[in-house]
């Protein structure tokens, strides 16, 4: 059974640079999308980016030009650089691999953005 692992979370102040991975355990290929959600208290999942098999990308509006997805297609890893960091970046941040028809979602993984 495929499982997703994210790592990579953790408490940073504002301003400062978080590098988070997800990896797949288990067999899996022909991943079409690979992305990160992020979920705040009391707010909906939403996108924050997302990158194609052919790197097409899509950045949620609120990190264009801060966060960086790029994916390993070998190691079936997607990363998300994460620069300039603002208190409202908290939430946990989940991924998600798209291989039609299914979608794999990973536990998540908490960031802090805190002075």
């Known amino acids: 059974q495929v499982q997703l692992v994210e790592s990579g979370g953790g408490l940073v102040q504002p301003g400062g640079s978080l590098r988070l991975s997800c990896g797949a355990s288990g067999t899996i290929s022909s991943i079409s999308i690979m992305g990160w959600y992020r979920q705040a208290p009391g707010k909906e999942r939403e996108l924050v980016a997302s990158?194609?098999?052919?790197?097409?990308?899509t950045y949620g509006d609120s990190v264009k030009g801060r966060f960086t997805i790029s994916r390993d297609n070998a190691k079936n890893i997607v990363y998300l650089q994460m620069n300039s960091l603002k208190p409202e970046d908290t939430a946990v941040y989940y991924c998600r691999f798209r291989v039609p028809p299914v979608d794999y979602w990973g536990q998540g993984t908490q960031v802090i953005v805190s002075s």
């Open positions: 990158i194609t098999s052919g790197h097409s990308l």
